[in-house]
Every structure is written in structure tokens, then in C-alpha cells.
């Protein structure tokens, strides 16, 4: 079903205490193939709050329409509507045709109007995923606004309760959202956040989300790390195919034993994850176990381990070897780095730091010509003109479009693949 592989340079001086690690975990093309019996429920959450009117509101209609045709009769469904209170439009039903047309016709319904709490949303969908717990559990939320500010506390309470419960991919139509809330929401629980900028794409981006949640197979998988006596994680993240750390969900299984949540999985799949662990110091010529990762699975209460990989640790005099960095290490800090940039110049811009922001996307700009990642240097170009890429030389668009300040932002995170 899955292999995993550690990526490091063991090799460290008299005295250093940090070991860094890349393990990449793949799913073969059919290997997860046993699971494909897993029942699956998707939950499509609709903000329909005042804003959502006009262009938007028929847009998202006809794509959840879309969407709700589209999924397997053997798979099951609802659909939460939410402005300032939650409605469930469609209590969990099976995927079977007479439901659907069912369901298509109170969709085709919808209208917009009043605030938004996203937190009343949430739990409306919690309360209809819990009906099915062994389900592979996945939840599309769209928005267009901000949530009402006086909403954080119980957002911040659902979203505890639900983690672990589903995963749910974010998307924000226009660009009245704000995009550190969505990723919140995301990052909590295990999704993706991007932006749609105009209505006209949102049934493209609605049918490739459901398309990669019925391709899951296998859910509650587990990356459990075993590191030895006086030893400390300083930090677990998933690097590839974007950066999310995962270091503050740390579940304590034991003294030396920790596990971190990965989400569902599905076939022909490959994720990249970075350990930072501090060891207690060895001699020259000692050598350490300093820690080993699995992937666990639960399934009725039975514990798998279906993969592992050992992190080492190997003192010694020999420079050559202990001043090399290893290149996917390297890599994956660099794109890590590059996020910050991002995120940092950006912050800059908008409280009006020009000359921040330009040292901060030029070292962005930079860092991406340096790694390969075409995709981030391209949104870059959107808010910066490149003099030179190789060098970080840049100049701060005047006037920069809302759409694409924002979309290079929600798109920070994604990572390059390091070049072979």
C-alpha cells in the first residue's frame, strides 16, 4: 500500500545535537486498492449570506448541481447552506439517482441573504459527518466574505471538535475573503485553500475537488514518530505538495512516541515531510537511532503499521561529510523560506513598507529562480517587475491587481517537486 523513504545526511560534528530528515511517503497506483470499499461521505457547506447574490449565487447553484450528479451512487451526501445560521439543506442521504434529483431540485432553491458564521456552519456539518465515522469524510466549504468577528471563539471551538471528524478543502469566490481565515479553517482541518476569482470557474474548481475526495481510499492514517530517550521534536511538516506544519497536533501515544495526523490517501499518491529532531550529543564515532516513522492505520479499533524508516545519527571528524547538506533538505528549507518571503513582503506592501516588501519578494523571486518553482515565480511577477531573478533584484508594482495579490498569497505554500 504505501512505501516510505529517508532522505538526510547522518553525518554530524562533536558536540551538534539537530538532525533534519525528508521522508517521502508513496502510494503505488493500485496499491491502496484494497480499501476502495471504504464508504465515503461528502459534505458541500454554501455560504449564502447577502453578498453571495447576483452572479455568484447562480453560479454556485449550477456547480453544486454539477457536483452532486457527479457523485458515486455507492458514496453519500449533504449539503449545509449558511449565512448568520446554519441550514441543512440536505440531511445525509446515499448518492442513489432518486436522492440526487431530489436534492437538485431544493439546490436549485437557494437564495441569498444575511451575515456570515462560519462556526454555526461547521457544526451543522460535524453533526452529519458524525453519522457516519468510519466514513471517508470530506467537506467542500465556499465563501465570498469575512466572518463575523464576534464568531472566532465558537469557529475556534468547532474547529477543535471537528478535527480529526473530516477534512474540509476551502475556496473563496472574489476577493472580499480574507485568506488567513480560510486557511485557518483549512490547515485545521487537513484541506486545501485557493481562490476562485470569477463565478464562471467555480464548477471547474467544485468538480476537481470532488473528484480527488472520491479518489481517497484509505482515512485515518497516522505518521507516528519514535524518537529516543532526552530527545525533542522541534517540528513535523508536510512539505510537499504544500507546506503545512503539523508540529501543534503532536498526540502524545507515550514518553517517546508521538503521532501526527496525515489525513486521507488515495492511489498513486506522494507527500514529502520534514522532522527537525534534537538528540543529546554523541562522540566522535558513536552512532544513533534518532528516530523511527511509521504510518499507522485504525481500522475497528485494530492498529496496522503499514510502513517505516529510520532517521540516523553518526558523529564525526571527517568535514567533508558533516559540512554536506542533503539536497532534499536543503530544498524543502529553501521552499519553507520562500513562503515566509512571501507572506512577510506581503504584509510589508499593505502597510505601505515599501522597501521591506522589496527585500522580502526579491529574496522570494530569488528563491523560487533558484528551486525551480515556476508556478510561484510566475504568481510573483503578478505584484513585483524582475530585474534579476537570480540575484533578487526586483521593483514593487505600483498598482497590483486584488485578485492576484491574493492568489499569490493562498498559493504560497505550494511547493516544487525538487529537480532530479
Known sequence: MFTAEVFQNPYLPQGAREVNAIMTITTSADGVAVAAHSPRLFGIICDTSGSMGGAKMIATKDAIVKIIDL??????????????????????????????????????????????????????????????????????????????????????????????????????????????????????????????????????????????????????????????????????????????????????????????????????????????????????????????????????????????????????EDEAKTAKIDRRVAHYTGQAELAQSIQEGLEARAQGNIEVATVKLGKAVKLAHDSGNEATAKLLRSVVDVEDAAAGTVRIKRTVAKEDEMMLETRSTKTARIQK
Open 71 to 316: 457523485i458515486p451512487t455507492d458514496a453519500a451526501f449533504f449539503v449545509v447552506t449558511g449565512s448568520s445560521r446554519a441550514k441543512l439543506l440536505i440531511p445525509l442521504v446515499n448518492a442513489i439517482p432518486e436522492n440526487k434529483l431530489r436534492a437538485i431540485a431544493q439546490v436549485k432553491e437557494i437564495s441569498a441573504g444575511g451575515g456570515t458564521l462560519m462556526s454555526t456552519w461547521l457544526h451543522t456539518a460535524l453533526g452529519e459527518f458524525a453519522k457516519m465515522p468510519q466514513a471517508i469524510c470530506q467537506a467542500l466549504l465556499l465563501t465570498d466574505g469575512q466572518n463575523d468577528p464576534n464568531d472566532e471563539e465558537d469557529l475556534v471551538r468547532v474547529l477543535e471538535a471537528s478535527e480529526g471528524s473530516f477534512q474540509c478543502d476551502c475556496r473563496g469566490v472574489g476577493t472580499d475573503w480574507r485568506v488567513a481565515e480560510l486557511q485557518k479553517i483549512a490547515a485545521k482541518l487537513l484541506g486545501t485553500t485557493d481562490i476562485i476569482s470569477s463565478p464562471d470557474r467555480i464548477a471547474d474548481d467544485f468538480q476537481a475537488i470532488l473528484a480527488e475526495a472520491m479518489g481517497k481510499t484509505v482515512s485515518d492514517v497516522s505518521l507516528r514518530l519514535w524518537t529516543p530517550m532526552g530527545a525533542k521534536v522541534l517540528f513535523c511538516k508536510q512539505v510537499s505538495p504544500e507546506i503545512v506544519d503539523v508540529t501543534s497536533r503532536a498526540k502524545v501515544v507515550s514518553e517517546r512516541i508521538v503521532e501526527y495526523p496525515t489525513g486521507a490517501w488515495g492511489n498513486n499518491e506522494s507527500r514529502d515531510y520534514h522532522f527537525c529532531i534534537q538528540i543529546n550529543a554523541g562522540n566522535v564515532g558513536d552512532e544513533m537511532l534518532a528516530g523511527r516513522a511509521s504510518l499507522i492505520t485504525q481500522t475497528n479499533g485494530v492498529e496496522t503499521k503499514i510502513t517505516e524508516a529510520k532517521i540516523l545519527a553518526t558523529w564525526t
